[in-house]
C-alpha cells in the first residue's frame, strides 16, 4: 500500500523560505517519478514540480520556477521541495505524490503572511 508523509509547512514571512520532505513507502521509490502540487483556498489543485526517478530531470510551473527547487535522496526514499523568496500567494496545502498515478499524501500547509 502506497504511503506518502508530508512534513515541514508552517507559518513563514513573505521573503521567507522552507523545505517541505516526503517519505515513501510501499513501493520502489527508485524507479518512480514524483511530484508536488499545491491547493490554495477555493482553488483546484495545481501542480508545481516533479523530479524523475533518478533525479535527474525536473520540470516547474512557472510561477515557481525561479524560487523553488526539487530534489530526492533514494536511499531514504524523500523526495524534497525547497522553497525560497516565499509570497502569499504561495499559501496553500502541499501534496506529494507518485508520478502517473492518483496516489497522494494527506497534505502540508503552507501559510506566507506577515
Known amino acids: 500500500q502506497v504511503q506518502l508523509v508530508e512534513s515541514g509547512g508552517g507559518l513563514v514571512q513573505p521573503g521567507g523560505s522552507l523545505r517541505l520532505s516526503c517519505v515513501a513507502s510501499?513501493?520502489?521509490?527508485?524507479?518512480?517519478?514524483m511530484k508536488w502540487y499545491r491547493q490554495a483556498p477555493g482553488k483546484e489543485r495545481e501542480f508545481v514540480a516533479t523530479?524523475?526517478?533518478?533525479?535527474?530531470?525536473?520540470n516547474f510551473a512557472e510561477s515557481v520556477r525561479d524560487r523553488f527547487s526539487i530534489s530526492r535522496n533514494n536511499s531514504q526514499n524523500t523526495v524534497y521541495l525547497e522553497m525560497n523568496s516565499l509570497k502569499p500567494e504561495d499559501t496553500a496545502v502541499y501534496y506529494c505524490?507518485?508520478?502517473?498515478?492518483?496516489?497522494w499524501g494527506r497534505g502540508a500547509q503552507v501559510t506566507v503572511s506577515s
Open positions: 505524490g507518485v508520478w502517473g498515478t492518483d496516489d
Open positions: 523530479i524523475s526517478a533518478h533525479g535527474d530531470f525536473v
Open positions: 510501499g513501493f520502489t521509490f527508485s524507479t518512480k517519478g
